[in-house]
């Protein structure tokens, strides 16, 4: 029971240190004299990453465009790591990985594959990253729930890139929604399982061993 308690307070401390994270670097980009313009340095931004600010392929996840993006992406962010809870709860450490993982791949999927889009932040894609692989994983442990979920999410996905994302929701982030890193958080995801998969192959035959 112990045991159990500590884990879910190392998940928790995960959700909270990134959830404060992205809240201080939101309120460090309203504009005051006090701070600095955390946009300017920090946001995905391809002519900057193209000359040399590479760090901005994961910062650029953490920011916001207003207050409702950034409340939408953490409760998304804290309801996706309960709802796979299990996979996480003794593997805090293998989360953080997984989480700074897909930032990296995020970043590097929207370099490499859609160059014209110029700049871009939000969780949204790394969300539908850790969705997937949560899903999946779940697949692995025989719940049935997990193959809804991957369709599912595979079908919004496919239905954004055809017809775009909803109107209502770009008028309350006050920006047009990336579809395109929803695509490539997917993706990102789906690779996240397999090495996830070949690293627990591995303890497997170390342990057996």
Same mark, same amino acid.
């Given at each position: 029971?112990?045991?159990?308690?500590?884990?879910?307070?190392?998940?928790?401390?995960?959700?909270?240190?990134?959830?404060?994270?992205?809240?201080?670097?939101?309120?460090?980009?309203?504009?005051?004299?006090?701070?600095?313009?955390?946009?300017?340095?920090?946001?995905?931004?391809?002519?900057?990453?193209?000359?040399?600010?590479?760090?901005?392929?994961?910062?650029?996840?953490?920011?916001?465009?207003?207050?409702?993006?950034?409340?939408?992406? @953490?409760? /998304?962010?804290? &309801?996706?790591?309960?709802?796979?809870?299990?996979?996480?709860?003794?593997? +805090? !450490?293998? #989360? =953080?990985?997984?989480?700074?993982?897909?930032?990296?791949?995020?970043?590097?999927?929207?370099?490499?594959?859609?160059?014209?889009?110029?700049?871009?932040?939000?969780?949204?894609?790394? @969300?539908? /990253?850790?969705? &997937?692989?949560?899903?999946?994983?779940?697949?692995?442990?025989?719940?049935? +729930? !997990?193959? #809804? =979920?991957?369709?599912?999410?595979?079908?919004?996905?496919?239905?954004?890139?055809?017809?775009?994302?909803?109107?209502?929701?770009?008028?309350?982030?006050?920006?047009?929604?990336?579809?395109?890193?929803?695509?490539?958080?997917?993706?990102?995801?789906?690779?996240?399982?397999?090495?996830?998969?070949?690293?627990?192959?591995?303890?497997?035959?170390?342990?057996?061993?």
């Amino acid at each position: 029971m112990l045991k159990h308690n500590s884990n879910t307070i190392g998940l928790y401390h995960f959700l909270v240190v990134i959830s404060l994270i992205c809240i201080a670097l939101f309120a460090a980009d309203i504009p005051s004299p006090a701070f600095l313009p955390i946009d300017q340095y920090f946001s995905y931004q391809y002519d900057l990453i193209a000359s040399g600010q590479v760090w901005r392929l994961v910062t650029g996840n953490l920011l916001h465009t207003n207050l409702w993006h950034l409340l939408m992406n @953490l409760a /998304g962010f804290w &309801v996706i790591v309960f709802l796979h809870e299990v996979h996480y709860k003794n593997h +805090s !450490g293998k #989360l =953080l990985l997984l989480f700074l993982s897909l930032c990296l791949f995020e970043g590097i999927g929207l370099y490499l594959f859609y160059p014209t889009l110029k700049a871009y932040v939000g969780l949204s894609g790394v @969300l539908h /990253g850790l969705f &997937v692989f949560g899903a999946v994983m779940d697949i692995r442990k025989g719940y049935k +729930s !997990g193959y #809804l =979920l991957v369709i599912g999410v595979m079908l919004k996905v496919g239905y954004e890139q055809v017809f775009g994302a909803s109107d209502s929701v770009t008028q309350l982030i006050n920006a047009r929604v990336a579809t395109e890193s929803h695509l490539i958080g997917l993706i990102s995801g789906l690779f996240c399982v397999l090495c996830w998969s070949m690293m627990d192959n591995r303890l497997k035959h170390h342990n057996e061993a």
